[in-house]
Nanobody
Framework: QVQLVESGGGLVQAGDSLRLSCVAS????????MAWFRQVPGKEREFVAH??????YYADSVKGRFTISRDNSKNTVYLQMNSLKPEDTAVYYC?????????????????WGQGTQVTVSS
């Protein structure tokens, strides 16, 4: 079973940058789909970014500002967040699954981290 642990969240000003990290257990990390989601209280969990092998896919709201990457030797996936906006404030979750295709819905993922808080002030 895959276990995920996120870190790197914090409180920043609008326009600042953060890099989130997600460390995964499991020997098949390099072949898994990895993703970042975010959620605010009372709202649905929102897709942010997806990575499998060498391909990436982003939500329109973060395209051009966020970058998902992975270091397979460290079993770690990253989310580099630039030009942060107050509306980016949320708990950010790392997710993983071995299903085929570009996975952008929360229900498509079986493995989740505990979340890390990102707060962007004006």
């Amino acid at each position: 079973q895959v276990q995920l642990v996120e870190s790197g969240g914090g409180l920043v000003q609008a326009g600042d940058s953060l890099r989130l990290s997600c460390v995964a257990s499991g020997r098949t990390f390099s072949t898994y789909a990895m993703a970042w989601f975010r959620q605010v209280p009372g709202k649905e969990r929102e897709f942010v970014a997806h990575s499998r092998w060498r391909s990436t896919y982003y939500a329109d709201s973060v395209k051009g500002r966020f970058t998902i990457s992975r270091d397979n030797s460290k079993n770690t996936v990253y989310l580099q967040m630039n030009s942060l906006k107050p509306e980016d404030t949320a708990v950010y979750y790392c997710a993983a699954d071995n299903k085929i295709g570009v996975l952008t819905a929360a229900y498509e993922y079986n493995y989740w981290g505990q979340g890390t808080q990102v707060t962007v002030s004006s």
